[in-house]
């Protein structure tokens, strides 16, 4: 500040995470984007929860608000793992170390208020946007207020929240009240709810009678599209008011979000410790849209970024990609050129972009809907990943984000020129997919394709490598414990990676959370679309087993495939699960160790 000139703040942003200034990181992007426009912004990172702590009293009480993040993703999630253990590690603070307080928004907006008495306090991220009416929580195993009760902010933004900070900033300055701004929620009397607002199961309803998360789910489904009714949430007296979601961002506006300055670097405060790890990842990568169409049940990501996908131009992809060639560290490589879904880029809907809803069918799933223009976009972006291989400085261009194998057909079912264009050139030996399962039950519970869909563009993928000379493989991403998984549906998986000899990488472990599909399923047992009933695997040893059987070359596994193919009576797959161990065992001791991270 004194380095600016500055002797005050407008605002204030206060993020659990250590401060990275990198596009991939929401607060940088919020700080960047009213600095643009001519606010002064501090940031508050890794708040010191003591009472005197340092950082509160670093920085002066903000002129117009402080905005608080629990951080990058949920504070839960990150603290414990989906068995509810702590976990070891927070690779969005310095060093790794953990100390980031469970529901942090709540933590830091109380902290807030106490330092700064008087400044609006606004919460948003990750955290709050989906905790933004009553919810179920995981790990207390209960129903939740909304956020915005439990933290007596003065107001949520959800969704991406550039537009509305802004437009945050320019009402308190002109000294205008913060009520009725859409993709916002407030709390209000039930005299001042609008005309036209629409009840939903209030948390005390909800807290008696679980089932109710359906219509809830229903009604934030059905509302979430602009000039939809807003949503209005009993809480004891009062109510939480969701204001309806804003248009899509058009090419214009997300340009100018990622043309901002970013140092793509961590705060310089956080080298003692080494830095921020979850940069690492990113640092050198591209994020070409926002948004996606899949509509997966365990995803919260529609309810945060929308189903419409909102694209960067070319223009702008190029202007970064030519300024990560200027940055002094970069070797030549861009390990991704991608988004939430990388093939999803320029990817449109005639009825989406009207901003009219579509409930009644999925994008993607059982097949791809005719009204996707998957030819022609698909060309987009493989025309995109060209011209970043041809910046000059760029020796590759890979793509790390997943990619959705459904997607590289075209309409008459051959695989689209991407495909090979992908194979050849922008994949680093391993091109990473999502079946997430290979039970046919589990998938449709998941809103996921058939895996037939799956091993069909794993033979092509295979022969294509084989005839283009490319020792590439397929990496695969598993859920297990999901709503609609038996252990018979996990040994069906099991049966299918046996017989590929292979022991996935990446295995996660179901987590519902707030908002999502998956999450109204675990919690009333019932799909909330079409009303089937769901198994729950809730107990932690089925868990465990279902997590074995995937996981199954792990020598700790042993024991919980063993117990769960006798289970299911499924001792005939025994002799050849202790083969393909033994097989395993000998090759581990003529070879050097090769890292097994499943799990
Ligand atoms: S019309 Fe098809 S592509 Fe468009 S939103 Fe509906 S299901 Fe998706």
Redesign the pocket.
Known sequence: MAARGWDELDVLLVTGDGYVDHPSFGVAVIGRFLESQGYRVGILDVPDLEPDGAGWERLPAPRLYVGVSGGTIDSMVTNYTASRKRRRVDVYRPGGKTGRPNIATIAYTSQARHHFPGVPVIIGGLEAGPRRLAHYEYYQDKMRRSILVDSKADLLVWGMGERQSLEIAQRLERGETLSGMAMTCEVVRESELPDGARHVPGFEELESDPDLSIPLFEAVREENHPGAAPLAQRHGDRFVLQHPPLSPSTEAEVDSYYDLPFARNWHPDHDAAGGIPALETVRWSINTHRGC?ADCSFCSITFHQG?TIQGRSEESVLREAAKLVEHVDFRGTITDVGGPTANMYGLG????EKGEP?L????LTPNV????RIDKESEGYRRLLGLVKRTAGVKHAFVSSGIRHDLLSGKDGKLLPLHKDLVENHVSGRMKLAPEHASENTLRVMNKPSFEVYEKYEAAYKADCKSMGRDQHLVNYFIVGHPGTTLEDAIELFEKLLARNYSPEQVQEFIPLPMTRGCVQWVTGKDPINGESVHVPRSGHERKMQKALACWRAPESRPLVEEALRTCGRTDLLGRYRHAIRQRARRRTAEPLELDTCG
């Not at 009644?360 to 994008?363: I, V, Y």
């Not at 809907?369 to 996707?372: G, Q, T, V």
């Open positions: 169409m189903r809907c005639k009825l989406l579509c009644d069918r999925d994008c809907c005719p009204a996707l």
